[in-house]
């Protein structure tokens, strides 16, 4: 595996590129129905680095943001669409984006599932990795399992 720092990417239409400057970590697939709904994916794999360290170098501009949920937001691509990144209000400190968005997407795989219980029942993602029906118990930033309504 290649080092994990300098990891660059972008969106489908090259008007947005990022790099990482810190290695990814919390890598893992989203069930959730917001996720299938802003990929149109039955899931998305994300990986977590320190808020900041996912930096636009090119077309920061050309960024959108939604607000996804009463906790958090998404980033994508205004001109294409790709969805780029996510931040939830419990994480300050992290931002979540999409690993396949990364130039090598194969330099962080996921470890487990969360939202497994609003999984697409014709999606097998074959592995062997921790499902979680929803967060996983150990969320950073929650003190249960779940944000605030
Ligand atoms: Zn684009
Ligand atoms: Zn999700």
Redesign the pocket.
Known sequence: MASQLNLTGG??????RFRLESAPFDAGWCHCRSCQLNSGSPAMAFASVTDGDWVAEHGADRIRTVASSSFGHRGF?G??G?PLYMKVDHQPETVDFSIATLDDPDAIAPGFHIFWGSRVAWFDPGDDWPRYERFRPDTRGLEGTEPPA
């Open positions: 969106c489908l239409c090259g008007a947005v691509c001109a294409c790709t």
